[in-house]
């Protein structure tokens, strides 16, 4: 995987689209803190959504867009909830597998949301697919663009104000990762049934 040229795509589109980004990352994180929470995971679909249309047809975000993935909130919500309700339960009898439990439901949803809001699948269906690209081919490779994004992500939040540019650079850079993924299925050439017989022929 050429990570360099996915990080190059995204670094030129953040700054090509610095005030919109801003302000949609603005918008996004204003509704996750007002709702308490609630709402962070339908709105981080839309966020991702958007940003992936900036990809695919520079279209440049808008802070409704955030509201765009509404029809996700219940789904999104159950997840959630039983990611969390796991987690506490893994950190509070062990610390350990609470931590190792998050980063692998982490890891191999890496791509639901994508999926969900693009292709429109289901929740599990979702969590199946993204699995299975994670797994399918070089898993090293997506390992790699996990702690890119997460660190990319995080590296924002130990500065003021940091997450506005460095969680919309990191999520330029999943949503490249992730198109070029899905361009590469859409373009595998179906496989070809096997030709039927020619029966044979009765004639002496």
């Not at 962070?40 to 993935?69: C, N, T």
Request: charged residues 15%.
């Amino acid at each position: 995987m050429d990570f360099k040229s996915h990080l190059e795509e995204a670094w030129k589109m953040m700054l090509k689209h610095i005030a919109a980004l801003i302000f949609l990352t603005l918008a996004a994180a204003a509704v996750s803190v007002i709702s308490f929470g609630i709402l962070a995971p339908v709105v981080l679909a839309g966020y991702m959504h958007a940003i992936l249309l900036l990809l695919r047809e520079d279209r440049e975000p808008k802070v409704q867009d955030v509201f765009s993935q509404m029809g996700l909130f219940l789904p999104l919500l159950l997840f959630g909830v039983t990611v969390t309700v796991l987690a506490m339960i893994g950190l509070a009898l062990l610390f350990l597998p609470g931590v190792l439990f998050l980063l692998a439901a982490s890891f191999f949803c890496l791509y639901m949301l994508p999926l969900m809001t693009d292709r429109g699948l289901g929740l599990l269906d979702a969590i199946k697919e993204s699995y299975s690209m994670v797994t399918r081919d070089g898993i090293n490779d997506h390992v790699i663009v996990f702690i890119l994004f997460a660190g990319l992500s995080a590296v924002g939040g130990t500065v003021l104000l940091g997450s506005l540019f460095t969680l919309p650079l990191a999520t330029l850079f999943l949503m490249s990762v992730y198109q070029s993924l899905a361009g590469a299925e859409a373009e595998s050439p179906a496989e070809t049934a096997p030709p039927t017989p020619e029966p044979e022929s009765d004639t002496p």
